[in-house]
Each structure stands twice: as C-alpha cells, then as structure tokens.
C-alpha cells in the first residue's frame, strides 16, 4: 500500500543547513508537500513539487525529488531557531488527488 | 487573508457528552477535510467534502462520529457520546479547485475526562 517514511529527530546547530528526508512508496505520486508544525499550530504549508520537477527552490528552502529511488528532501539554508517545529511530508497519487498520505513527522531541533 | 478558522482551540468535558466543533474554511476554497492527530497514530483523514457534500467518509471512526457541511462557509464534526480515546488535536483544513493545496487550521485541542 502507499507509505510515506521519515527520521523522527533532526538537530542541528543555528545557522547550518538541515536537509530533512522522506521516502514513499506509491510511484503514482502526482505532489509531494512539505509541511511546518509548530507547537500548538496547525500544519503550515512550505512548499510543493509536481512529480514532473527534480527541484524547487523558495527563498532558504530547496526540495529535491528523484523520482527513481521514491526520496524526497527539503534542505533548509541557514537553518534558524525558530525553524524548530515538525515537518511533514505528504503525497497525493492518480488514485485520489484529495487524499495526502502523511509521513509520521521529523522533528527538527536547531541549536544556538 | 483570513486562514481556516476553527473553533473552539480548546475543549475538555466529560465522556458521555456531546461534542462539536466548527470550521469555517477559506473563503473561495471547495474541499474541506476533517482529520485527527494523535501520538500514537499521527494524522488520520476523517472525512472530506467537494463542493458541501461528503465524497469519502471511510476515516470516520465509528457511528458516533459525524460531520456535516451546511454550506460553503461552515462545516461542523459532532462526537456523541463522545469517549476518553476520542482526545486528540482535531484539524479541518480546505482547499481550493484544480488540486490546490491543502490550508489547515490552528486545531482543536478535545480532552475527554
């Protein structure tokens, strides 16, 4: 069935970069999201990319897609504190482009 | 712009009651979906509405959940009776056509004591 995995935890130090992973299994995957969570909030949206892209890049944030092995990440430049929250990665397939299937989350913790 | 709203943040009340909460989704959008977060099983798609009527309702628990979407603008999930294990952060969030992307809302945070 369609899974979508992630690391748990992430630390880095302020000020480097973090690169966050996410793999899946559904090689239908029409969008992959990025989403932010932060304490007590809903889930922000970061970011995009259509299955057709390798690579988007927004301001500090750059997702890379390769298609081939089912791994997406989002790299964040100068990662910041107040970067600290849980990301969320999310697919949709041709089968239900409502349904996103979640990844579990990485929490990312930023050093000073 | 206004984002999703959702109310109330917080709600805590005692097993055997009714409980609703509501979603007002971003003005525009016709997708509204209704998903719950927990520890222990992340978050799970309870229902989803096109355009007010519910097109997939496979998520909703069990009978004593249920959902419904009045209008464009509003749309409530109700638990009765509800349950200690129904405590969770309960978020809606909407979209808008051509497979836009989804906006949540801030949640809310339902403790059943």
């Known amino acids: 069935g369609e899974d979508v995995e992630q690391s748990l935890f992430l630390s880095v130090r302020e000020g480097d970069s973090s690169v966050i992973n996410c793999t899946y299994t559904?090689?239908?995957?029409?969008?992959l999201y990025w989403y932010k969570q932060e304490p007590g909030a809903g889930l922000q949206l970061l970011t995009y990319?259509?299955?057709?892209?390798d690579m988007k890049q927004d301001q500090r944030l750059t997702v890379l897609l390769n298609k081939k092995d089912k791994h997406l990440s989002l790299r964040i430049a100068d990662t910041q504190t107040g970067d600290s929250a849980i990301y969320f990665c999310?697919?949709?397939?041709?089968?239900?482009?409502?349904?996103?299937?979640f990844g579990t989350g990485t929490r990312l913790k930023v050093l000073a | 712009d206004a984002g999703v709203i959702q109310s109330p943040r917080h709600e805590v009340t005692e097993m055997g009651q009714e409980v609703t909460l509501r979603c007002k989704p971003i003005?525009?959008?016709?997708?509204l979906f209704w998903y719950r977060q927990t520890m222990m099983r992340g978050l799970e798609l309870l229902i989803y509405?096109?355009?007010?009527?519910?097109?997939?309702d496979s998520g909703m628990p069990e009978d004593r959940f249920s959902a419904k979407m009045p209008n464009a603008s509003f749309s409530t999930l109700k638990i009765q009776p509800s349950e200690p294990r129904d405590s969770a952060v309960y978020f809606c969030?909407?979209?808008?056509?051509?497979?836009?992307?989804?906006?949540f809302g801030d949640g809310t945070r339902l403790s059943i004591l």
């Open positions: 999310a697919e949709t397939t041709t089968s239900g482009t409502y349904k996103y299937i």
């Open positions: 990319i259509f299955s057709n892209m």
């Open positions: 559904d090689s239908s995957s029409t969008y």
């Open positions: 969030a909407s979209r808008g056509p051509n497979n836009q992307p989804q906006h």
């Open positions: 003005s525009g959008h016709n997708s």
């Open positions: 509405f096109n355009n007010n009527v519910p097109i997939d």
